[in-house]
């Protein structure tokens, strides 16, 4: 079962191209060298995630997924990381639209690799990806440079990266590729001890086969090309010793999907190493122009394309939405190496939340949650 999600919602980003640039700002008032110097320590973090899916009484999609990761130093000036995640995937996905749940299982195994070297204004990163699942492979490598004023205080941030992608649906009968290159480029500013500002500028050329085999009618374009616009700021309150991170994404593609992102999260420590962080996301998007809507001449049966049409899809992840997410994280610094940590988040999606006022009615409200827990050493 085909299971790369983030080439059909801009509401993920691809592994490549602007989640170069969107690694975790330094917190005002921290040491802002540090992020140009190699780590004194190494890390090595497991944790493990637990998701579903639902609409309307009935499960969806699970997920099980426990991840690896492992850093550590070289040198003085190199560091080194690696990431393992099995995704363990099972449930029921719509043929169309939120109709017809068919079952699904499979099992994906991926590996990120990273090598970074330091300099005294800037760093240089090179990294590489492969995940495999019983129908898709992607392997892709990417390439991220900083650079640094003399005061450290302004830093911009360079990304390119590459992906290639074969695509082998179980019925078999089709055996297709897909290739995506990213660029990126990123400014973050020291405005002053309190506030850091960052914005990210990325662009994703993509060609190949984009559509979902395992849907009833879905045919989309063989290109596919997006713009994404990300500003962040961090705040650090002095009084409560708290950090507030917002963000704002805007994100635009050549199938005439607009989507708006503003995530908000607070960072509060408490006594005896705990930290309480809630978070609140709305998203909103408009629709693909060859997104079919329900038809209630045909419903609860498909909707059928216009004669002679070449794009179409039924895919209820390209339709005009709207969602919210509401997620808190509590950890817990047991010594001053190890830390736990869980996080849950609600997610809802409705169709009448779009901003766009085009929200396909005739689908079924969707839900997700998930909780993901996480235990780290330092070493």
Request: glycine share 8%.
């Amino acid at each position: 079962m085909q299971l790369k999600t983030d080439a059909t919602t801009p509401a993920s980003q691809s592994a490549l191209g602007l989640a170069l640039l969107t690694a975790a700002m330094a917190l005002p008032g921290a040491d802002t060298a540090q992020a140009e110097s190699a780590p004194e320590r190494g890390l090595i973090s497991l944790k493990y995630l637990d998701y579903q899916d639902s609409q309307r009484g009935r499960d969806r999609i699970s997920v099980r997924a426990p991840s690896l990761m492992i850093m550590t130093p070289l040198a003085e000036v190199w560091s080194v990381s690696g990431t393992y995640t099995v995704d363990s995937v099972s449930g029921a996905s719509p043929a169309y639209h939120s109709q017809q749940l068919t079952k699904m299982e499979d099992l994906r195994r991926a590996v990120d690799l990273g090598m970074t070297r330091y300099f005294s204004q800037g760093s240089l990163t090179v990294g590489a990806n492969y995940s495999h699942e019983s129908d898709y492979l992607s392997r892709g490598a990417s390439l991220q440079g900083s650079i640094s004023s003399e005061s450290k205080n302004t830093t911009l941030n360079l990304g390119i990266g590459v992906s290639d992608d074969q695509i082998t649906p179980s019925y078999g009968g089709i055996h297709e590729t897909k290739k995506g290159t990213d660029f990126a480029i990123g400014l973050t500013q020291v405005i002053t001890q309190q506030d850091i500002a960052q914005v990210n500028l990325g662009y994703s050329h993509g060609l190949g086969y984009f559509s979902d085999p395992y849907k009833l009618a879905d045919e989309r374009p063989r290109v596919r090309n997006h713009t994404t616009v990300l500003a962040r700021w961090n705040h650090h309150f002095l009084r409560t010793e708290g950090t507030s991170h917002v963000s704002y994404r805007y994100y635009r593609d050549s199938w005439d999907i607009k989507a708006h992102t503003l995530t908000s999260d607070y960072a509060q420590p408490l006594p005896q190493g705990w930290t309480l962080t809630p978070l609140v996301r709305l998203h909103t998007q408009s629709a693909a122009s060859f997104y079919l809507p329900t038809d209630p001449a045909t419903a609860p049966g498909p909707t059928f394309p216009a004669f002679g049409a070449t794009t179409y899809s039924e895919d209820q992840r390209l339709s005009a939405f709207g969602a919210v997410t509401l997620g808190i994280k509590v950890a817990k610094q047991l010594t001053p190496d190890w830390q736990v940590d869980l996080k849950l988040e609600r997610y809802e999606q409705r169709a009448g939340w779009s901003l766009s006022g085009e929200g396909d009615r005739g689908l079924e409200p969707f839900s997700a949650r998930s909780i993901q827990f996480g235990i780290s050493r330092l070493f």
